[in-house]
């Protein structure tokens, strides 16, 4: 069964220090990896998917399906970028599309 | 474009009792999934509908049940409410492309306490 383990509830680092969420997976397909973010009050909004290869808001993720991970990395964390961050496999399934979520990581950045 | 509308947004509801919720997804979007968010299991998957049928389940019992009417609005219903149906339940709406997996986007969430 398809499985995705986000290892660190909180991680706390200092404005300016390099960031690093971390997101393995377990599927037996072709995976499509997503990360969501959750700011305070605000609902779950989608930050970034593998397939478009895109740096949103700073935040790059790349897929090694060797180590079966997909980590969120960001060179300088800022203020803003403190929230919940949630990794998630994507699969066609059914004929229809289910998201299985990781538990999420609080990211918290201080000054 | 107006985001993935829910209604109500909070609810309180006893034990044994019913409730149903409402999702108004983007417009355009035509598959409209359900989400169960706790505390303690985290994000999981309720169902999804597409063009008024139900397309996926996840593992969840058959007090759940929802529906989705042919301008894409979607309910769900839980009967026979337990202190463990606590929980923000949230809406997503995306794009249904004929094959592979579009963006979800989610709705606020309707946060139900059952006592």
């Known amino acids: 069964a398809q499985r995705v383990t986000q290892p660190e509830k909180l991680l706390s680092v200092f404005k300016g220090a390099p960031v690093e969420l971390k997101c393995n997976y377990s599927y037996s397909g072709s995976p499509e990896l997503f990360w969501y973010v959750q700011y305070s009050r605000q609902r779950l909004q989608l930050l970034l998917r593998?397939?478009s290869r895109e740096s949103i808001k700073g935040f790059t993720a790349d897929l090694n399906k060797g180590e079966t991970s997909f980590h969120l990395k960001k060179p300088f964390a800022q203020e803003e970028d403190s929230a919940m961050y949630y990794c998630?496999?994507?699969?066609?399934?059914?004929?229809?599309?289910?998201?299985?979520f990781g538990t999420g990581t609080q990211l918290k950045v201080e000054l | 474009k107006a985001g993935v509308t829910q209604t109500p947004r909070y609810l309180i509801k006893t034990r044994g009792q019913q409730v149903t919720l409402s999702c108004s997804p983007i417009?355009?979007?035509?598959?409209v999934s359900w989400y169960q968010q706790t505390p303690g299991q985290g994000l999981q998957f309720l169902f999804e509908?597409?063009?008024?049928?139900?397309?996926n389940k996840g593992n969840f019992p058959g007090r759940f049940s929802g529906r989705q009417f042919s301008n894409s609005r979607s309910e769900m219903n839980v009967s026979t409410l337990e202190l463990g149906d606590s929980a923000l339940y949230l809406c997503a709406s995306s794009l249904a492309p004929p094959a592979g997996l579009e963006t979800q986007y989610f709705g606020p969430g309707t946060r139900l306490l059952v006592l």
């Open positions: 593998h397939i």
């Open positions: 509908y597409f063009s008024e049928t139900q397309r």
């Open positions: 998630a496999l994507g699969e066609v399934t059914g004929g229809g599309n289910k998201l299985t």
């Open positions: 417009s355009g979007h035509r598959s």
